[in-house]
């Protein structure tokens, strides 16, 4: 067993585990934040994305132990108290889910991406960055649309039109 301690969402949290635990198990199980989901065992979905220290990460495919002392956020921890994130108002906007499941992972990964991106992005650099982050209803084309209208958003530019 590992006692690890996180800071998930701001909040202080420390939790005693095995040390195969995976950090999507603890973030849902241990946790209750489901918000987190796992659509594969293979680390090929990306509906498990989290950030961890900023950066987008698939939390299956780290031990919770790993990551001790870590700053972990998750979809839950994205809004600013009632106000939607930039990211999950543009998916909402433009239509960029269909069952949802994908969505989480998708919408953290996205947020990852428009930083890794000062520059700027085009449909071209979004779904070459979403290759990690599978839509099983295959929606990419309006994901894409809201991700770059996040981004837009973010930076105070207008977004693609729409098509
Ligand atoms: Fe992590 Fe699929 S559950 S990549
Ligand atoms: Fe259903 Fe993406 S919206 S898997």
């Given at each position: 067993m590992s006692e690890v301690k996180l800071t998930v969402n701001g909040r202080e949290v420390t939790r005693n585990v095995?040390?195969?635990?995976?950090l999507v198990s603890l973030i849902?199980?241990?946790?209750?934040?489901?918000?987190?989901?796992?659509?594969?065992?293979?680390?090929?979905?990306?509906?498990c994305t989290v950030h961890i220290d900023g950066q987008a990460v698939?939390?299956?495919?780290?031990?919770a132990a790993q990551v001790d002392g870590s700053e972990i956020v998750t979809i839950e921890g994205l809004a600013n108290g009632d106000e939607l994130h930039p990211m999950q108002s543009a998916f909402r906007e433009h239509h960029g889910?269909?069952?949802?499941?994908c969505t989480p992972g998708m919408i953290m990964m996205a947020v990852d991406i428009v930083k890794r991106h000062p520059e700027g992005l085009d449909e071209t650099v979004i779904r070459k960055e979403l290759e990690g982050n599978i839509c099983r209803c295959t929606g990419y084309h309006n994901i894409v649309k809201a991700i770059d209208a996040a981004a837009k958003e973010m930076r105070g530019t207008p977004a693609m039109a729409a098509e």
């Open positions: 095995e040390d195969r635990t995976l849902r199980e241990h946790l209750g934040l489901t918000g987190t989901h796992v659509g594969c065992d293979t680390s090929q979905c990306g509906a698939k939390s299956c495919t780290v031990f889910l269909q069952c949802g499941f």
